[in-house]
């Protein structure tokens, strides 16, 4: 399983820096579920946490995450894969995360 180690909002996504990258598998559902910071995105057996804000970013600005490995020894990291996220998916996780807040 790769690990999410950062999560950088950019013009139309966002990129994802990954430890143990090469584990990752870019097939199979994308799935999502609201948690007390936002979302956590699953694919396969992969989870990236997704704050609030950054959902707002991804809705707004393009649903594209750029996964690249995290190796902390290296200078520049290396490309895995990208995936793209269904805006409605993230716009009704985000009312049912606003709905939790306001309650």
Same mark, same amino acid.
């Given at each position: 399983?790769?690990?999410?180690?950062?999560?950088?909002? *950019?013009? !139309?996504?966002?990129? &994802?820096?990954?430890?143990?990258?090469?584990?990752?598998?870019? +097939?199979? +559902?994308?799935?999502?579920?609201?948690?007390?910071?936002?979302? +956590?995105?699953?694919?396969?057996?992969? /989870?990236?946490? *997704?704050?609030?804000? &950054? &959902?707002?970013?991804?809705?707004?600005?393009?649903?594209?995450?750029?996964?690249?490995?995290?190796?902390?020894?290296?200078? *520049? $990291?290396?490309?895995?894969?990208?995936? /793209?996220? !269904?805006? !409605? $998916?993230?716009? +009704?996780?985000?009312?049912?995360?606003?709905?939790?807040?306001?309650?």
């Amino acid at each position: 399983m790769a690990l999410c180690e950062y999560l950088i909002p *950019v013009a !139309d996504g966002a990129i &994802v820096l990954m430890s143990s990258a090469e584990t990752f598998s870019a +097939k199979g +559902k994308i799935q999502y579920s609201v948690e007390d910071y936002g979302l +956590k995105v699953e694919v396969s057996t992969n /989870t990236f946490p *997704v704050p609030a804000a &950054v &959902v707002s970013h991804l809705i707004g600005n393009g649903q594209t995450l750029y996964l690249y490995s995290f190796e902390p020894d290296l200078y *520049v $990291s290396e490309f895995v894969a990208t995936v /793209t996220l !269904d805006r !409605d $998916s993230l716009l +009704k996780m985000l009312g049912v995360w606003e709905a939790r807040q306001a309650s």
